[in-house]
């Protein structure tokens, strides 16, 4: 009896059922990688990364990277360096969020949008700590795999948007402006007006275990495709 041939089909089947029954974790799955210069408005690379590494060693493997102290600050990326005397430099979020930390020490979670962009600082360097074209992070995926509960708030006449906006933050909480909101949430407010999507702190200096506050104008279509990534704000 060739007990071989009735073998490998039963381990095939065991090895088929323990994958079903492993569930994935933050690790698994990719992130997005962006680099950028001028507040987005010039894009070196834009490309798909394994979660579950840190982001300097995503950002090595898709670009050409030197560092500086002691290898946790980048100094440049693709032959573009940081100058102090020109007040320009790497400066990185995800999920939209700046980073509070050495990109050594920031590991990737499934979903991330891991953003570099090159930028003069000089107006803004202890201000901005959130942008809004990594939209719709982040609603989704938070910071450092933590997230935040979503309500969105509508103009009168602007419900069936908020209703499209809602589904694709997937939460439930849709009110009339002026309703209350829990003060943990992040909150996206659908407005009437020139067309623009700004961000900021709920409460500014919070850093990005803070909640923030979207304001959004113009067509929930033009949004949901994308026509608002990689921009710190608009206009």
């Not at 569930?23 to 507040?39: I, K, M, N, S, Y």
């Not at 840190?54 to 050409?64: E, F, V």
């Amino acid at each position: 009896m060739n007990l071989w041939r009735f073998t490998v089909p039963l381990l095939a089947v065991l090895a088929l059922a323990g994958c079903r029954g492993v569930r994935p974790t933050a690790a698994d799955g990719t992130a997005r990688l962006w680099v950028t210069r001028d507040r987005g408005s010039e894009v070196i690379v834009d490309a798909g990364v394994p979660a579950g590494q840190t982001l300097l060693r995503a950002l090595r493997s898709k670009a050409t990277v030197t560092t500086r102290y002691g290898g946790g600050f980048v100094q440049s990326i693709e032959g573009l360096g940081g100058s102090a005397r020109h007040h320009e430099d790497w400066f990185w979020f995800v999920n939209g969020l700046a980073g509070d930390r050495s990109a050594t020490s920031y590991r990737l979670q499934r979903g991330d949008v891991a953003w570099w962009d090159y930028r003069d600082w000089s107006g803004d360097a202890s201000t901005l700590e959130v942008v809004a074209g990594a939209f719709p992070e982040p609603f989704l995926h938070g910071f450092d795999g933590k997230t935040r509960p979503a309500a969105v708030r509508y103009a009168p006449g602007l419900r069936a948007g908020a209703e499209r906006v809602a589904r694709a933050l997937e939460t439930g909480d849709v009110a009339p402006a002026g309703t209350a909101t829990a003060a943990s949430a992040n909150v996206f407010e659908l407005v009437a007006g020139a067309p623009h999507l700004t961000a900021a702190m709920r409460s500014p200096g919070s850093g990005p275990s803070g909640a923030v506050r979207f304001s959004f104008a113009g067509p929930v279509s033009a949004l949901l495709a994308g026509h608002y990534d990689r921009k710190f704000s608009s206009p």
